[in-house]
């Protein structure tokens, strides 16, 4: 029975944001509920606690606006990928980025004969309990384990061959490098390893018109960027594009 309810578990995405600003946030109201009982009965004193306290809701908000889109809301933005996308159940998927699954899980569930990779370097700071071993575990819970492979690497220097992948897919993975240049390589990586024809998927903030302005440089068809969405706060953009070019990604690159 205890099997049957076990549910999987997709992580708290930067957890060390959370922790901090969460921990000054009640950290700041619990200081300031405890002066505020032993401040003199003043119009100026009521103020400044009135002030305490915004303060404190300033650092607390991040924290749970960051929480309830891990335990949420993301959950509601890949299935808008996936959608999006439109896999048709034969293909060979690479989630770039991929953490505990969230994407790759999902796309090898839309799957029949095809099978999902995922690739990621495992920073802890980016996920929670971030780990090949949690994505398994996932992927197990979610009855796709036999659909799905996993492989240690980085984006920017991919460990596959050139055109091996019907569609790429990525979220809220990409920002994390922090060089422009550095994404650049990720970008270009991501398009090396898509096959002629191939659709690539790509849910991101901060740098999402980066990424549009690249494909459509290097010359990809139906290029759209879609949102904004509201997911942690931020704005969250869904790039959707299709590798139409008969060349090999090395001379379109």
């Given amino acids: 029975m205890a099997k049957a309810l076990e549910k999987p578990n997709y992580g708290l995405d930067a957890p060390l944001i959370v922790k901090r600003w969460g921990y000054f946030g009640v950290l700041g109201l619990v200081l300031t509920t405890i002066l505020f009982r032993h401040l003199p009965s003043h119009w100026l004193c009521s ?8 303060a404190s809701f300033f650092f607390l908000m991040p924290a749970i606006t960051i929480a309830f889109g891990s335990f949420f809301l993301k959950f509601r933005e890949r299935d808008w990928l996936l959608d999006q996308l439109q896999l048709e159940g034969d293909e060979t998927v690479l989630d770039a980025g991929c953490g505990r699954g969230l994407l790759l899980i999902g796309a090898a569930k839309r799957l029949s004969t095809g099978k999902a990779h995922g690739l990621d370097m495992w920073a802890q700071e980016d996920q929670s309990s971030n780990c090949r071993k949690a994505t398994r575990a996932n992927a197990a819970i979610e009855g796709v384990a036999g659909k799905i492979e996993v ?3 980085d984006m ?4 596959f061959e050139d055109a091996r992948f019907d569609a790429v897919v990525s979220s809220w993975a990409i920002h994390n490098i922090y060089d422009a240049r550095e994404r650049e390589r990720a970008l270009r990586e991501i398009l090396r390893v898509l096959k002629p024809g191939g659709k690539l998927a790509i849910l991101d903030i901060d740098h999402a018109q980066e990424y549009r302005d690249f494909y459509v440089q290097a010359g990809l068809k139906e290029v759209r960027l879609l949102g904004p969405r509201y997911t942690f706060g931020k704005k ?4 959707m594009a299709r590798n139409l070019s008969t ?5 379109v690159l």
């Fill in 156 to 159: 920017r220097r991919m460990p």
């Fill in 47 to 54: 103020i400044l606690a009135s002030l305490a306290y915004t």
């Fill in 236 to 239: 969250t953009y869904l790039l």
């Fill in 247 to 251: 060349k090999t990604s090395r001379e």
């Fill in 151 to 153: 492989h240690d690497g």
